[in-house]
């Protein structure tokens, strides 16, 4: 498939978040992501909002589901998603939930593997389970835990080859990157980029990051674009 740019919304503001929405499409991103921080503030609403502002875009609803996760998926769908994130640390049977909620609605299923062990196993088992993307993701706490004791900070980058060489869905690095660890997301075969906190967010305030953004993200966009995944 080809590169897909996605700009995580992790504001708690449904108006910033509309703003960085609009100027994140001007400047060639593809997909939305209603972050995990805007659901938890604005929850359905904040999506039913990006859906009505944004129709026939993508939107990813980042809930990181861990139980009832058939009535999750479907509120989320109903409310304008077009994604759903589940966790590869749920039970099974949440995951199948979630599943079957994906193909009762229409809409895709993407499992993250943070916090797990083995997380090339984790992802094999996500798709064996039905789910359409993997999510291979390091957590904001874990790695800023891990710095904080001085040690070197785990990245996505560290097994994403491995965990695009053990599944044949499309993967996502999340976790830490750098802009240009992001941009470089295509060459481990990782087709879905996302661009948050801290590229586009400023991580630690949740607000919009400074700059000209727009420009900076027309770029990265372009670069993006340009790859061709094998």
Same mark, same amino acid.
Request: charged share 25%.
């Given at each position: 498939?080809?590169?897909?740019?996605?700009?995580?919304?992790?504001?708690?503001?449904?108006?910033?978040?509309?703003?960085?929405?609009?100027?994140?499409?001007?400047?060639?991103?593809?997909?939305?992501?209603?972050?995990?921080?805007?659901?938890?503030?604005?929850?359905?609403?904040?999506?039913?909002?990006?859906?009505?502002?944004?129709?026939?875009?993508?939107?990813?609803?980042?809930?990181?589901?861990?139980?009832?996760?058939?009535?999750?998926?479907?509120?989320?769908?109903?409310?304008?998603?077009?994604?759903?994130?589940?966790?590869?640390?749920?039970?099974?049977?949440?995951?199948?939930? &979630? /599943? =079957? #909620?994906?193909?009762?609605?229409?809409?895709? @299923?993407? +499992?993250?593997? !943070?916090?797990?062990?083995?997380?090339?196993?984790?992802?094999?088992?996500?798709?064996?389970?039905?789910?359409?993307?993997?999510?291979?993701?390091?957590?904001?706490?874990?790695?800023?835990?891990?710095?904080?004791?001085?040690?070197?900070?785990?990245?996505?980058?560290?097994?994403?080859?491995? &965990? /695009? =060489? #053990?599944?044949?869905?499309?993967?996502?690095? @999340?976790? +830490?990157?750098? !802009?240009?660890?992001?941009?470089?997301?295509?060459?481990?075969?990782?087709?879905?980029?996302?661009?948050?906190?801290?590229?586009?967010?400023?991580?630690?305030?949740?607000?919009?990051?400074?700059?000209?953004?727009?420009?900076?993200?027309?770029?990265?966009?372009?670069?993006?674009?340009?790859?061709?995944?094998?």
């Amino acid at each position: 498939m080809k590169p897909i740019v996605q700009i995580s919304l992790d504001l708690t503001n449904i108006d910033e978040a509309l703003q960085t929405a609009a100027m994140a499409m001007r400047a060639g991103v593809d997909w939305l992501e209603a972050g995990t921080p805007l659901i938890l503030a604005e929850g359905l609403h904040g999506v039913r909002k990006l859906r009505e502002a944004f129709p026939g875009i993508p939107i990813v609803a980042d809930l990181k589901t861990m139980d009832g996760g058939y009535l999750e998926a479907e509120m989320m769908a109903k409310a304008g998603a077009t994604h759903v994130v589940v966790m590869a640390r749920a039970h099974e049977e949440t995951i199948k939930c &979630v /599943v =079957n #909620a994906g193909r009762d609605f229409g809409i895709k @299923v993407m +499992g993250d593997n !943070l916090g797990c062990e083995d997380m090339v196993a984790a992802a094999k088992w996500l798709e064996e389970l039905g789910c359409d993307y993997v999510i291979h993701h390091i957590g904001y706490d874990e790695r800023r835990g891990i710095a904080a004791r001085g040690l070197r900070m785990p990245s996505p980058l560290d097994q994403l080859r491995e &965990v /695009v =060489n #053990a599944v044949k869905i499309p993967v996502q690095a @999340v976790g +830490g990157l750098t !802009l240009e660890q992001a941009i470089q997301c295509p060459e481990y075969g990782a087709p879905l980029v996302v661009l948050g906190a801290p590229l586009t967010i400023d991580g630690d305030s949740f607000k919009t990051a400074g700059g000209d953004l727009e420009s900076s993200l027309r770029l990265i966009c372009e670069k993006i674009h340009s790859y061709i995944i094998q």
